[in-house]
């Protein structure tokens, strides 16, 4: 159960850490099936091609999306999980909707970026759960803390980040050390960057987005459609067929938005 000041503390910076929220023996079980599935994504190749660019950046990394039916008895129960189903829905309502989830290899670093960025009033995010221990030097994400408003975040994009300094030189970024068993909750409007260049830095992300409709607001509607139909054109649908019918009521319900408008159950998983 989220604090209050938890919930401020996402609100007003973008992004909170709930420390040890798994424990030591439950990371290590997810560890290790996380292994064993990305080599069975990549066809049994013992390690992943990974490349980076002479600025240490990833240019070939392991991303596998959707991921969690690589092995249900492990990832599924993520999906019903309290801790963090509580806190998506603390951040978001209880009819968020529930989009992908991600297994990820990196290769290196990633310059400083943002993703989804849906109107004012509206937003997208992720728990993260990174599978090693992670400090700065080690290539933890860095955030620039209060970056997913609307006009911090402009001015980050056409000034701060044009300056020419080096990424890691940039002032207010905030790195989020890393022991298995942290959850990051990130809004996905926040600036955020690795800044080294370790390879095999493993992640799971869990992807979701607040609902609407267009009697509620048509803007945030129209931006909604178009995000979730560019997911689906990237990833394929987003829910296998044991994904719903092993669904209890509440992950039932993050998937009913998306299977009503016709992207959560339809055409093939890539």
């Known amino acids: 159960m ?17 420390r040890g929220l798994f424990s030591p023996s439950e990371i290590r079980d997810i560890s290790n099936a996380f292994d064993v ?14 490349e980076r660019n002479e600025l240490g950046y990833s240019t070939k990394r392991q991303q596998v999306v959707p991921f969690f039916d690589y092995n249900p ?13 509580d806190a998506f ?13 991600e297994g990820i290899i990196h290769a290196g670093g990633s310059r400083w970026h943002h993703d989804a960025m849906a109107p004012d009033g509206f937003f997208t995010m992720r728990a993260a759960l990174y599978l090693d221990p992670l400090e700065p030097n080690d290539g933890c994400l860095s955030v620039i803390p209060g970056s997913h408003f609307h006009e911090f975040n402009i001015s980050l994009r056409d000034r701060i980040l044009n300056l020419g300094a080096r990424a890691e030189d940039i002032p207010g970024r905030y790195p989020i050390v890393n022991t298995p068993g942290d959850v990051l909750f990130m809004n996905h409007k926040l600036f955020h960057a690795a800044l080294s260049d370790r390879p095999g830095r493993r992640a799971i992300h869990i992807n979701c987005s607040q609902n609407t409709t267009p009697e509620r607001n048509p803007v945030h509607f129209e931006w909604l459609m178009k995000f ?3 997911e689906k054109r990237g990833w394929g649908r987003f829910y ?18 998306a299977i009503e408008l016709g992207l959560g159950n339809t055409g093939p998983i890539t």
Request: proline residues 5%; charged residues 25%.
């Open 2 to 18: 989220l604090t209050p000041e938890q919930i401020r503390h996402f609100e007003t910076l973008g992004f909170v850490v709930c």
């Open 37 to 50: 599935a990305m080599q069975v994504a990549r066809g049994g190749a013992a390690e992943p091609v990974l």
């Open 73 to 85: 008895d492990v990832f599924y129960p993520l999906l019903d999980d309290a801790r963090l189903m």
């Open 89 to 101: 829905e603390a951040f978001m309502g209880e009819d968020f909707i529930f989009t992908l989830s």
């Open 228 to 230: 979730l139909e560019g």
């Open 240 to 257: 296998s067929d044991r994904l719903i019918q092993t669904a209890g009521p509440r992950r039932a319900r993050m998937m009913a938005r």
